[in-house]
């Protein structure tokens, strides 16, 4: 009997997702697009965080591409405030991949601003998966808990800013936001952590005056 | 759930090489993956016997080596697993920062016939 011999290979396995993402940022970049990789659980503002900071974006051209299990809802109500949004539904599955933003920016009229890709409700998977972003944009908010940072670092670790939203509730919510703070620093030490309420639209002036900075390095 | 392709893959990349060695058949694929990888081991196993029916990996045993992640103090330079709800070195009590240790994945070797 032939006998079994063992093949030494230790290669990453090549990721299509990483490949795809790289070709898609290289093109949003040389069309002047600046895209955001908008992340959180479900119900946390991701859809009115947008549209807070699309106002306060005038004069710069903003699209969004609308992420969601099922439904569009979301798409609906940006459209009917003006902003050129399209929808995925990824039928059950719990992030968006590249290879799905690559086909969706095909069918915006792309010109120069900045592309909100709004990724499914999950504070998991989406932090996973690069998909073509310049930098990612996680919202997290006073009624999930001060513990999220601790549950779920990996969010955590790889956005490159953090809105905490819903703080016109902090006075009806127990929020520890100094142990909040601790666990983002732990993870993070970079992002910015933004105070802000989509239902008020306090904060997002320093939102939009980070993302215009941003944009103006790309 | 997004493991499928990536098990296609993986079965894909074992072939090439098993091929290259003008094997007959893939006898196990051993595998390294971070906890921290995005790829779930279990679920990968899962979709292995299905995907690699009639392919050289058909027979193959799929054996998954799992990396806990760790942090590295940033007081004493120690490496360490995190405790629930907390990013604390154990050793010195200072603060542990995230590594890549725990986010590898990668095929680490083929055995074949």
């Known amino acids: 009997m032939e006998e079994t011999k063992e093949i030494e290979i230790m290669e990453a396995v090549y990721d299509k997702n990483d490949e795809v993402a790289a070709q898609t940022k290289d093109s949003f970049t040389k069309k002047g697009i600046f895209a955001v990789n908008v992340m959180g659980a479900p119900g946390v503002g991701k859809t009115s965080s947008l549209v807070q900071i699309i106002k306060g974006l005038s004069g710069i051209t903003s699209y969004v591409i609308e992420g969601d299990i099922e439904a569009d809802f979301d798409t609906k109500l940006l459209q009917s405030l003006g902003v050129d949004a399209i929808q995925i539904n990824t039928g059950g599955a719990c992030h968006l991949d590249s290879p799905l933003i690559e086909k969706a920016a095909g069918e915006l009229p792309l010109k120069p601003g900045v592309l909100f890709i709004e990724n499914i409700g999950n504070l998991v998977c989406p932090a996973e998966f690069q998909i073509g972003e310049h930098v990612k944009m996680l919202i997290s908010t006073v009624t999930e808990g001060s513990d999220k940072p601790y549950k779920y670092p990996l969010a955590f670790e790889k956005a490159d800013i953090i809105l905490l939203n819903k703080c016109d509730l902090i006075p009806y919510v127990d929020f520890d936001e100094e142990f909040f703070l601790k666990g983002v620093r732990a993870q993070n030490k970079t992002a910015p952590v933004i105070k802000v309420s989509a239902k008020s639209g306090e904060g997002y002036e320093e939102v939009v005056k980070w993302i215009k900075e941003k944009k103006e390095t790309l | ?113």
């Open chain 2, 1 to 113: 759930m997004h493991e499928y392709p990536i098990t296609q893959h993986i079965i894909e990349m074992a072939e090439k090489y098993a091929k290259e060695q003008g094997a007959s058949s893939v006898e196990a694929i051993n595998l390294v993956v971070g906890d921290y990888s995005g790829y779930v081991g279990e679920s990968i196993n899962l979709y292995f016997d299905i995907i690699a029916e009639g392919t050289l990996c058909e027979r193959a045993k799929l054996n998954i080596e799992r990396v806990k992640p760790k942090l590295k103090c940033t007081s004493c330079g120690e490496y360490f697993e995190r405790r629930p709800f907390s990013f604390e070195c154990p050793y010195c009590k200072g603060e542990g920062e995230p590594t890549e240790i725990g986010k590898e994945f990668y095929l680490k070797s083929i055995e074949i016939k």
